[in-house]
């Protein structure tokens, strides 16, 4: 119950609004029932209720939301017939909805305690409306079913159809809407009444075991256990047989033809199409458009001047030609006029065009009369207006329309034409000189009577026709008939006898007797058909009608009527009128066969490599009136002229010619047969292959979405290759398309019509069932080839390829207008890939269109899933498919639309054909480069668009891509190839891999190659790269530079460009930061907008590289110039950017002729930034133009925005818009240099007189006007031209040169000048690619001798600087031999040698000793040995006692000679103890007591456990030492490594154990001292014991504690000591910023007991630093270790940029370790953090001892660094960290360093009230004068923040010579106590390192109150 109440809580928001919905659908369907008048005439009524919402409103009709109750006089009855009808309404009484009565089972009505409610329920019914499935037709649907059944209840009119279902249950049904099937109401009823009898059967049979509800179950799971790896097997060996067939049929798909890349300008029109050649304003002939490939690829220009395609000149009189058009003047003289049939067909409307047009020279001033049927409800004269509404008749006025042409309606298949008498009359009265019949059914699927119809009945009748004409008075009227070329049965001809012009001899058969076959029984034609081998009725009729003709035209009985034949080829689109590739109204032959492939790729072809018989529709209609009217002049007698065709003649006109000899029919002198096809001995490239065409159409259609690339593999290999090879003859091809086609397409027609499927592919579907056949009637055609004896012969420069092509792009055209009028709007773009532009100029007879094609994109459409399209595609590798795949995601995620310019494209393909018989040159494709997009966008377009002729090109691209984990292996694989951008050298993995490449044997071979090199930052033209041209020159030979242009309207990774430019710095590629862009894609926060991609002419380059290559590169950088586009994203952007209306930059740009991006209707755009410098960037989109008017007055500025080896012509702004224009931009740039100069000024006067370009540019405004790069150009232009040096660190001396020797022989000898151990240090390596990684020499360390990748670039990253390995460095140790030497007398040094022992050896004054002795390891102490400039004064000897007693010696015998002791345990401090106090203090001679040699453990008592140690031994000793027996002192240090036991208590040490341990104090128990006076020491009774804790007095422990060596001489202690832990653990925890991990820190510390042993809490700063300085391991491992981090960082919620870090060490008895894990766990838990795991935290304290070497090695590269600690209150620690900070960063801003400096901090000790923070800080000090001191008054400045805000000078440094704060610290009262004990102890100021309080005393024994 409780989990069901849990589900029901967490479901009850989406329950509510359930409910709302179905509450709503009630109270609606309650107000239909009361609006519905027969609901009360019939006693019906909803139950009405009062709920919250109808409080006040009067009680409106409601209901509970989950049923819905009405009263009826029978509901039982009523819920029969509901049911019945198919509704579940159950009545009252069978719910559980009933009164109290019923429920404890009340007897009868009189006992009844509520009659009244159980009368109320007995009425009750419930009717189904409250499902929120329950839609308004079922609603209504409903009220008219429970209407009918209360009626039927109540014998109402309507009567029962004696099933219990009334007849009106038609009202009831729902209407049929949106297409989708009705079923009538009967049906449905029956369909109910049979499911319910199965029901009721299957009910009975399984209720006696009660399993009708478990095996229908189990059924159906056990065949769908059966059936799922049937159907699984079935899908993979699909999709593994469509794969292998993509992989065959991919490469035979490309090679097979290249048409559409040479042709595709036929069908788009590229918006650079107006402007080519302009680009010569430039200055430069490069640019000039290649007309010999022009020329080469265009079409002919000369096959309508042929001497038989010419139109014939007749003369007419002056007085004809004057009238011309003028027909309402009876009186005037006829004019000469023509008659013409079909003219609403393909031939029909051309011809009746050209005869206009020509109608002067051909004497028809007349015009033209047509004879139409109406047809589709339209009359003749609608459907000719139509016809002439056209363009191509637009020649014509709409008078001259109306006067010239005239309609007749008719139907020439009827008696007389099917023209009235009048009409008929009409014509016999005009002046006709020929009658053209061009009406005819082209339908190769006709029946033998329908032809005999369309075809030879109709041609007789115009014939008879004719000759009335002639008895009218035309005596040389001509008829004109358009039959076929294939009227030769089953000839084909060859190229040594071809068809000749010759009625075809019909044999036996008599051509009466056939035509009376054809209209009656057909046995007798069909038998002649068969037996002549006509493949067709069409062919068959054209036959018989031609030999009818003949002798209809002979003799008396044809009057004398000249009849000419035109036997036309397969008519295709026209050649040049009315223009190219025009193929009428409707697709016809070869067009219709392309739209049926495109539209229907399913079918079944077979395609040879037969040429295609066909001829140009325009070239037939110029032989038509050529042959027409070219053979005679207008002769009254009719004598005719002999022309070219073949003229027959017969020897008598009377003789009866005998149907078996055919040839005497030829012998008729008015009978004239022309064929219209190309002459066998036209030239071969005239012509094309079936074949070639089948592939020239896929292709199409592929780019233009028609065609599916998988289906069209399977239609070619089957077309092209399979069925070619069997040589099927027509019957088999017809049975197999029958059975694999026909059969299949009814199937699905069938159910279809018995399903509601009405979809469009479906509709499509049965348009295309009536062309279907098409491929049977093609058979014939296309699988043998024919040739024709005619007078045409194809003219050389006719060009069949682009004929072939032209074809094909009708065949688009009439499926795009298709697809248009089946829409209610034309196709969009979430419709279709094409985009078309208008940029016709208005008025025009015909625009232009640009067109383009969308390759990806949110707007790009594709008809598959993208993986299936990728891995489907013709070409590459599994790699480059893959990569497609995420490409076409990507690009779908950022982008609206990429856009290809095809057009543009064309270039390359012609020249790489034209080269074909010779070498084939290598492509080199030159994209611009402005994002790392570009050269994706470009393998992705060769790889989505295979078609454009381009291979997937080699890649150049930069050796950062080579190093990222997968990526670099992708690319490889990708075809890619990296190569150095550094500069100073040439690349010889660059030379090697061009030689590969092309070595390959790819011919040719395509490399990508950016030749500016690196990414213009801001849109600008980079100064182009020559190296790999060069490097191209010497090895490729001949070659072909392709440029392209990259438009974009926003760029992905503008904003790292734009940091880029803004900082000169560049962003690193990285996985890291390609999967932060990636998850910004991914949450759709990356929209660039548009992208088109255009290419421009191609550039040649051979062997001897005739030009300069800084010209070529050049001249490719102009071509890519000239195609760069604007947009009004690029207007607006320049509009605010330069406070100009977004008019005036319009008009500036139409000035400046920058193309303009095309745009469609309804064009969206992304966002305009906010960010000034993305305006401008966007804005300098087209700067380039504006660099020639900027030569003169801004010469800096026009080479930037348009460079070129040659000053730029210059020119001068004529418009007012473009002038105001340059002035706003040249005001901005005047600006700019003027920031930069106030910029140096500033810094001058700072001291800086040479400052670093980095410099200067750090203190450039970020909030000025000016864009930040601008500034930055007129930088680094004045640095080119001052040559300034790169750096300017002051380097001490570094000139001297001087042998460098180690100061030790012991491999743990202390390095001398920097921290640390001799043998580690971290070095700087230079990788191949240029990368830098630091390693750590030695193996002492975890990260000793592991390359550090990312530590070089995350310094230079947080400290804008740039380290240069090729610069000069610190040295590690400076020559020291300018040190003042040692003032000590011989007699003090014998003295001293005899005070040890008479041991030499311990005693020194050798000068690296003694500047050891008087350093520490402050970055001041480092800095002076390091430079040579000390600066202050060191011992003047080093000694090393190894007793008491030798102590004790030493202190009376300096008191004795005055020398001053300074005590010396590591040297490890930072505060300077044991620097020396200078002459002008102190004179006497310095002695610094070095404690090491006292290194011993006395004694252990491990009962009480206490350990007696000398304390000159070092931490790391001590503790080998104490583990050897099984204990631990417990205090670690950071630098227990060198640091003493001594020195710990003088400075009141801490260690990172604290928590468990204790601090020096709490460790120590006694201390043993030397002092002025003597020993000092407790007196024990007893050995090996401490006094533990005692009341007696001022403790000497607390004495010493702190005392930094002015008390004596500490040289033992009794110390604390502890059995190893149990158990040791390491955890850590990664919190999401700084404020929580305080929190947690705060929380730990009051876990007392169970607080862990050490407990850290690093800054986000400090936690990417430990980042930075871990190992790259493996690849894919740092992939899962970056992905692991990310998905912990995604499921926290955690920033990289705020995320911190505690690391966490256990030790302890392991129940206490796993108590101290929980409670750290729930805490961490408490304030979301996630637990990183022990390997981080024990990474972390490992790395606490090698992280003290980076300050040494930053300094290398003059960057200065140093920590300090303090403590703070924990209500004071957020202030203290987030002030001290800020105080750093606002001084290094007043003293305008270089860089940024870098602060971080962390938490270490935890206390109750408070906790020690330590804080890091490091700068850049290039070209700073003393950054010591700025650096140590910087510090300073922090410390002073500390105190100011709650923090201590110290927590367990010391406080040293830092006194400057003494005032702060201690009161004055306090302080001259401390003095006074001082002089008590230390009378003679024997130990006067003056540390603390006392390095203020201004004498040797006094000090002044403070």
Not at 47 to 62: E, F, M, P, Y
């Amino acid at each position: 119950m409780l989990s069901m109440l849990r589900r029901r809580l967490l479901d009850s928001d989406g329950t509510y609004a359930s409910a709302t919905r179905r509450k709503e659908g009630c109270r609606s369907f309650a107000r239909e029932l009361l609006d519905d008048g027969r609901m009360k005439s019939r006693g019906i009524a909803p139950l009405r209720h009062v709920d919250d919402d109808d409080a006040g409103g009067g009680g409106d009709v409601g209901m509970y939301g989950w049923v819905f109750p009405v009263s009826v006089p029978d509901p039982a009855h009523a819920s029969r017939m509901l049911l019945g009808m198919g509704f579940d309404a159950p009545a009252g009484g069978v719910t559980q909805l009933r009164p109290i009565d019923d429920i404890e089972g009340a007897g009868g009505v009189g006992r009844r305690r509520c009659p009244r409610a159980s009368d109320a329920f007995d009425r009750i019914l419930y009717l189904p409306v409250t499902g929120e499935s329950f839609s308004s037709r079922d609603r209504a649907a409903l009220i008219d079913a429970l209407a009918a059944a209360v009626t039927s209840s109540n014998g109402g009119e309507d009567e029962d159809d004696g099933v219990g279902r009334p007849q009106c249950r038609l009202e009831c049904t729902p209407t049929k809407e949106d297409g989708r099937r009705q079923h009538s109401p009967r049906r449905r009823m029956d369909t109910v009444a049979f499911l319910s009898v199965i029901v009721a059967l299957i009910d009975s049979h399984f209720s006696i075991l009660g399993l009708w509800r478990i095996i229908p179950i189990r059924v159906a799971l056990r065949l769908a256990i059966a059936i799922t790896p049937w159907i699984s097997t079935v899908l993979v060996c699909t999709a593994l047989s469509l794969l292998a067939l993509s992989q065959y049929m991919g490469p035979i798909y490309l090679k097979s033809s290249n048409t559409f890349a040479k042709y595709c300008d036929m069908l788009f029109r590229s918006p650079f199409h107006r402007h080519r050649g302009a680009s010569s304003s430039h200055g430069t002939d490069l640019l000039n458009h290649d007309d010999n490939d022009s020329i080469l690829f265009m079409q002919s220009k000369t096959v309508l001047d042929l001497e038989s395609t010419r139109v014939p000149s007749i003369s007419v009189s002056v007085e004809d030609a004057d009238n011309d058009g003028d027909s309402n003047d009876e009186e005037k003289r006829q004019k000469a006029m023509v008659l013409l049939t079909g003219a609403t067909g393909f031939i029909g409307s051309l011809l009746l065009r050209e005869l206009l047009l020509h109608r002067r020279s051909l004497a028809i001033l007349g015009g033209v009369i047509v004879i139409v049927r109406p047809k589709r409800g339209k009359s003749a004269r609608e459907r000719v207006d139509r016809l002439l509404s056209q363009p191509m008749y637009d020649f014509l006025s709409a008078a001259e329309m109306k006067s010239l042409v005239h309609v007749i309606e008719g139907d020439v298949t009827l008696p007389d034409c099917g023209m009235r008498r009048e009409d008929i009359e009409s014509l016999c009265r005009k002046d006709i000189s020929h009658v053209f019949h061009c009406a005819a059914a082209v339908s190769f699927s006709q029946s033998l009577d329908d032809a005999a119809v369309s075809n030879i009945t109709s041609s007789l009748q115009l014939h008879v026709l004719t000759k009335r004409l002639r008895r009218g008075g035309n005596d040389d009227v001509k008829f004109v008939y358009i039959s076929t070329a294939f009227v030769h049965g089953g000839k084909t001809g060859s190229p040594s006898e071809p068809l000749p012009e010759e009625v075809f001899s019909l044999r036996r058969y008599d051509p009466v007797g056939l035509y009376k076959s054809m209209l009656g029984s057909q046995s007798y034609a069909s038998a002649a058909m068969k037996d002549l081998g006509h493949p067709n009725t069409y062919t068959f009729s054209k036959c018989i009608c031609e030999h009818l003709l003949l002798r209809a035209s002979s003799g008396s009985e044809g009057g004398g009527v000249k009849t000419i034949i035109i036997r036309p080829s397969i008519v295709g689109p026209s050649v040049q009128e009315p223009s190219e590739g025009w193929a009428g109204e409707k697709p016809s032959t070869i067009v219709a066969a392309a739209c049926l492939y495109l539209k229907f790729p399913y079918n079944i072809w077979c395609f040879g490599k037969n040429l295609v018989p066909f001829v140009p529709v325009d070239v037939v209609c110029r032989f038509v009136i050529a042959k027409s009217f070219g053979d005679q002049s207008r002769m009254p007698n009719g004598e005719p002229n002999e022309g070219s065709s073949s003229v027959i003649y017969a020897e008598d006109e009377k003789k009866e010619i005998s149907p078996s000899d055919s040839r005497e029919e030829s012998r008729c002198p008015h009978y004239t047969i022309a064929t219209v096809a190309w002459d066998a001995s036209s030239p071969s490239s005239a012509s094309f292959s079936w074949m070639s065409y089948a592939f020239s159409i896929t292709h199409l259609g592929a780019v233009c979405g028609h065609v599916n690339r998988v289906i069209a593999y399977a239609g070619l290999l089957i077309s092209t290759k399979l069925f070619p090879r069997f040589n099927f003859s027509l019957d088999t091809f017809r049975r197999l398309h029958s059975m694999f086609v026909r059969a299949s397409l009814d199937a699905v027609l069938d159910i279809s019509n018995h399903l509601p499927l009405k979809t469009i592919f479906f509709r499509d579907l049965k348009a295309l069932s009536h062309i279907i056949d098409l491929p049977i009637l093609f058979y014939p055609f296309a699988n043998q080839s024919f040739y024709f004896k005619s007078d045409l012969i194809a003219p050389l420069d006719f060009n069949g390829e682009r004929y072939m092509f032209s074809c094909a792009v009708a065949a688009h055209q009439f499926i795009l207008t298709i697809e248009n009028q089946r829409r209610v709007r034309p196709i969009q773009l979430h419709l279709s890939n094409l985009r078309q532009y208008s940029v016709g100029t208005p008025g025009t007879q015909q625009s232009h269109s640009t067109s383009s094609i969308v390759v990806a994109g949110a707007n790009h459409v594709k008809p598959v899933s993208d993986l299936w399209w990728a891995l489907t595609q013709p070409k590459g590798n599994f790699t480059i498919r893959l990569g497609g795949w995420i490409l076409s995601k990507i690009f779908r995620y950022t982008s609206m639309e990429i856009e290809v310019d095809i057009d543009s494209f064309r270039i390359l393909s012609r020249k790489l054909a034209r080269s074909q018989k010779s070498a084939t040159p290598h492509v080199i494709i030159a994209p611009t480069h402005r994002s790392f997009y570009d050269f994706l966008i470009v393998s992705y377009v060769c790889f989505s668009v295979p078609e454009l002729g381009l291979d997937l090109p080699h890649i150049a691209a930069a050796s950062d891509f080579e190093s990222i984990p997968i990526l670099g292996w992708l690319a490889r694989r990708s075809l890619a190839f990296f190569l150095k951008r550094d500069g100073t050298k040439s690349d010889n993995d660059l030379k090697q891999n061009l030689a590969m490449i092309i070595e390959a044997g790819q011919s040719p071979a395509f490399i990508e190659v950016f030749i500016e090199g690196k990414r213009s930052r801001i849109r600008t033209f980079a100064k182009p790269k020559t190296g790999f041209l060069r490097c191209l020159s010497r090895i490729a030979g001949d070659c072909i530079i392709f440029p392209l242009t990259i438009n974009y309207e926003g760029i992905p990774d503008e904003e790292s460009l734009i940091k880029e430019a803004n900082y000169g710095r560049t962003e690193k590629m990285s996985l890291a930061n390609l999967t932060k862009w990636m998850y910004r894609v991914l949450a759709g926060k990356v929209n660039i907008g548009r992208v088109y991609v255009s290419a421009s002419e191609a550039l040649a380059m051979n062997d001897s590289c005739g030009e300069p290559i800084n010209e070529l590169a050049h001249a490719i950088q102009l071509r890519q110039q000239c195609q760069v586009m604007v947009s009004n994203y690029h207007i607006k952007a320049a509009s605010l950017a330069l406070d100009l209306s977004e008019e005036i930059v319009f008009e500036a740009i139409l000035e400046l002729g920058c193309q303009l991006w095309p745009e469609s209707e309804n064009q969206t755009y992304i966002q305009l930034p906010d960010n000034q410098d993305f305006l401008w960037a966007a804005m300098l989109q087209f700067s380039h133009l504006l660099g020639p008017y900027l030569s003169t007055s801004h010469p800096l500025w026009s080479s930037w925005i348009c460079p070129s080896p040659k000053k730029l012509n210059s020119k001068v702004a004529t418009g007012n818009a473009l002038n105001k224009l340059l002035s706003k931009l040249t005001h901005v740039f005047d600006l700019a240099e003027n920031e930069v100069d106030l910029v140096f000024q500033s810094l001058q006067a700072k001291g800086f007189d040479a400052p670093e370009e980095k410099h200067v540019l750090q203190y450039l405004p970020i909030d000025s006007d000016v864009p930040m790069f601008l500034m930055h150009v007129v930088l680094r232009d004045k640095f080119a031209k001052a040559n300034v040096l790169s750096h300017y660190s002051h380097r001490h001396n570094v000139q001297k040169v001087a042998p460098i020797f180690p100061l030790g022989d012991s491999p743990d000898a202390e390095a001398f000048g920097a921290w640390g151990y001799q043998d580690s240090c971290f070095v700087l390596n230079v990788k191949p690619d240029g990368s830098k990684t630091v390693t750590m020499k030695g193996s002492r360390y975890g990260i000793s001798g592991k390359p550090l990748a990312r530590l070089a670039s995350f310094v230079e990253e947080e400290l804008n600087v740039v380290i240069d390995p090729t610069g000069l460095t610190f040295p590690t140790c400076h020559d020291l031999r300018n040190t003042p030497e040692s003032s000590l007398g011989i007699e003090s040094v014998k003295q001293l040698v005899a005070l040890l022992g008479g041991d030499g050896k311990r005693i020194s004054l050798r000068l690296a000793d003694r500047a050891r002795r008087g350093t520490g390891h402050s970055q001041e102490d480092m800095y002076c040995l390091r430079t040579g400039l000390t600066g202050f004064r060191v011992p003047d000897a080093v000694v090393w006692p190894q007793s008491e007693g030798e102590i004790q010696a030493l202190v009376l015998s300096a008191a004795q000679n005055s020398w001053c002791l300074i005590p010396f345990g590591g040297g490890t401090n930072v505060t300077h103890a044991t620097h020396c106090p200078t002459m002008e203090l102190d004179p006497r001679p310095m002695i610094s007591v070095d404690m090491k040699s006292m290194c011993r453990v006395l004694w252990v008592n491990e009962e009480d456990g206490l350990a007696h140690v000398q304390a000159g031994i070092t931490g790391i000793d001590l503790i080998r030492n104490i583990e050897k027996l099984g204990f631990t002192i417990g205090h670690e240090p950071d630098s227990y490594e060198f640091s003493t036991l001594g020195g710990w208590i003088a400075t009141k040490a801490s260690g990172m154990k604290q928590n468990r341990y204790g601090n020096i104090e709490d460790i120590v128990r006694e201390v043993r001292v030397v002092g002025a006076k003597g020993l000092m020491s407790y007196d024990h009774k007893t050995g090996k014991s401490s006094v533990g804790r005692s009341s007696i007095g001022v403790d000497l422990k607390s004495l010493m504690l702190g005392s930094e060596g002015c008390f004596g001489i500490i040289v033992s202690a009794v110390i604390k000591i502890w059995p190893i832990a149990e158990s040791r653990s390491h955890e850590s925890v990664i919190l999401p910023n700084f404020e929580v991990g305080m929190r947690f820190m705060k929380d730990v510390s009051k876990l007392r007991a169970m607080k862990p042993a050490s407990v850290r809490l690093l800054d986000n700063e400090q936690f990417r630093l430990g980042q930075a300085l871990k190992e790259e391991g493996p690849k894919y491992a740092s992939l899962c270790s970056h992905v692991a981090q990310k998905i912990a960082y995604y499921l926290g919620n955690f920033s990289e940029k705020s995320v911190v870090c505690a690391t966490i060490a256990f030790e302890g008895t392991s129940f206490e370790v796993n108590m101290q894990k929980k409670f750290v766990h729930e805490l961490a838990s408490t304030h979301g953090g996630i637990l990183a795991g022990s390997k981080v935290g024990k990474a972390g304290y490992a790395l606490t001892f090698a992280i003290a070497y980076l300050r040494d090695f930053a300094l290398n590269y003059n960057i200065l660094g140093e920590s300090f600690e303090t403590f703070v209150p924990w209500s004071k620690l957020t202030q203290v960290c987030s002030r001290t900070k800020h105080r750093i960063f606002l001084e290094h801003k007043t003293r305008a360093l270089p860089g940024v400096p870098f602060v971080c901090c962390r938490i270490t000790q935890l206390y109750d009230d408070g906790a020690c923070v330590y804080f890091y800080f490091c700068m850049n000090i290039s070209g700073v004068s003393e950054p010591s001191r700025v650096f140590s008054d910087i510090e300073k400045a922090a410390r002073q923040e500390i105190l100011t805000n709650g923090g201590t000078h110290s927590h367990h440094h010391g406080l040293g010579k830092r006194t400057t704060l003494m005032a702060e610290i201690y009161s004055s009262g306090y302080a001259n106590a401390l003095v006074s004990m001082k002089e008590a102890i230390d009378p003679m100021n024997t130990f006067g390192a003056r540390n603390g309080v006392f390095s203020m005393m201004h004498s040797q024994t006094t000090m002044p109150a403070l």
